[in-house]
């Protein structure tokens, strides 16, 4: 990705964020006291927009965040072999937690 | 008149090395100025070098930190900034050569080739009709090439091949105002991992600059005109 694409999307996942962050934080942790039980969580997440909406949310949050670090870590002076490892490492850990939150979701 | 102490970093390659704070008193007036102070230890210790010329804020040679910000050395009132010790040290992010003066050279290698006119549009005069010899009212570019933006920039402290705020800025103004300069050229240079998207919007060198290029907001002008190219009409001044 070229380093301008990149900004893009890390602006538009931000963007996204303020929504979906919003909305996440809301319903889980504050309307109506949150949501304390382990039924109450499944009863939550067993609505189908909700899944859509928590799915996209693991997804941007996933990727902002590990794209962020990387602009971080790409500020050290790496080497070029050194700022590929970076990005596939993150890239590893990203479909890891990707893949581990999607797979929760079918145990429930 | 009060007495202020001023501890000075001292640091000379194979003779004071490891570098050391030296500590002077000096009686102030309320309007001696970092520099003065400099110049008066001087005449007992002529070892003691940093660098300067204008007086008057132009010359943007006498960079330097004073109590840990960047600043302009020579209109910098010792009375302004209201401590009774004052630390005096070198600007950060530049190879140092000796006591308060450090090498340019990593600025102007980042700076010259974005080829910045040093002559802008007056925005000053704009009712006025110039002269017919004249054509149009030009001006000097706020850019000081002083550097206290590089030393206050995170990014080109953790990063030396990051083009930094100076040349991203300077390559922000040929935008602007191209004066004969090809702007595809200049847009490619800053295009790059290293050069404009590098930055983290800290916009701490817009906080030291001593003449208002605002290099942070420029570095946002050129992300805009590279995503949309359609900022041109939009850029200040
Ligand atoms: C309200 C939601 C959010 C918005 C609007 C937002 C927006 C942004 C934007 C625009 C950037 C780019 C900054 C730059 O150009 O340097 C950024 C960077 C970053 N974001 Fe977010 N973000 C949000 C939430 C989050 C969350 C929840 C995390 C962590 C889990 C996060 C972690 C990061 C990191 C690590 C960076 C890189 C920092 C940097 O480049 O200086 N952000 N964010
Ligand atoms: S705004 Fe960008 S260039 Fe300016 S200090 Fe922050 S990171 Fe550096
Ligand atoms: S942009 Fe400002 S701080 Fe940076 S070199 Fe130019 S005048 Fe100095
Ligand atoms: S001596 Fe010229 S800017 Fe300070």
């Not at chain 1, 590990?66 to 050290?76: K, Y």
């Not at chain 2, 030396?160 to 103004?173: E, H, S, T």
């Not at chain 2, 090809?182 to 919007?201: I, K, N, S």
Request: charge should be negative; charged fraction near 20%; include cysteine.
């Amino acid at each position: 990705m070229r380093p301008k694409t990149q900004w893009l999307w890390q602006a538009f996942s931000g963007l996204l964020l303020v929504f979906l962050l919003a909305l996440h934080l809301t319903v889980n942790h504050f309307a109506a006291g949150g949501l304390l039980t382990y039924e109450d969580i499944v009863a939550y997440l067993a609505q189908p927009w909700v899944r859509v909406l928590e799915t996209l949310f693991l997804l941007t949050v996933t990727y902002h965040a590990l794209a962020g670090v990387r602009g971080i870590l790409l500020d050290l002076n790496l080497t070029t072999a050194a700022a590929r490892r970076v990005t596939l490492g993150l890239t590893v850990l990203g479909v890891l937690i990707c893949a581990y939150g999607l797979w929760l979701f079918t145990t429930l | 008149m009060a007495e202020v102490t001023f501890k000075i970093y001292r640091y000379k390659p194979g003779a004071i090395d490891p570098p050391r704070y030296d500590t002077y008193r000096v009686s102030i007036e309320p309007h001696t100025t970092v520099l003065d102070v400099l110049e008066h230890l001087r005449l007992d210790d002529p070892t003691l070098t940093y660098r300067h010329s204008c007086h008057h804020g132009s010359c943007g040679t006498c960079g330097m930190l004073v109590n840990g910000k960047e600043v302009l050395a020579c209109v910098t009132r010792v009375a302004d900034l209201k401590t009774d010790t004052v630390v005096i040290e070198p600007l950060r992010h530049q190879p140092l050569i000796s006591d308060l003066v450090v090498d340019m050279t990593p600025f102007f290698e980042k700076y010259e080739p974005v080829g910045m006119p040093y002559i802008r549009e007056s925005e000053y005069l704009p009712h006025s009709q110039p002269p017919e010899e004249v054509g149009a009212y030009t001006r000097f570019e706020n850019c000081l090439e002083c550097g206290l933006c590089l030393s206050a920039c995170p990014v080109v402290g953790s990063d030396p091949d990051y083009l930094g705020p100076a040349a991203l800025a300077a390559a922000a103004r040929v935008v602007q105002e191209p004066r004969g300069q090809d702007v595809p050229t200049v847009l490619a240079m800053v295009d790059t991992e290293e050069g404009c998207w590098r930055c983290h919007a800290a916009m701490e060198c817009s906080e030291v600059c001593p003449n208002d290029v605002d290099p942070g907001g420029l570095i946002m002008f050129l992300r805009r005109e590279l995503l949309t190219g359609t900022s041109r009409s939009g850029g200040k001044r």
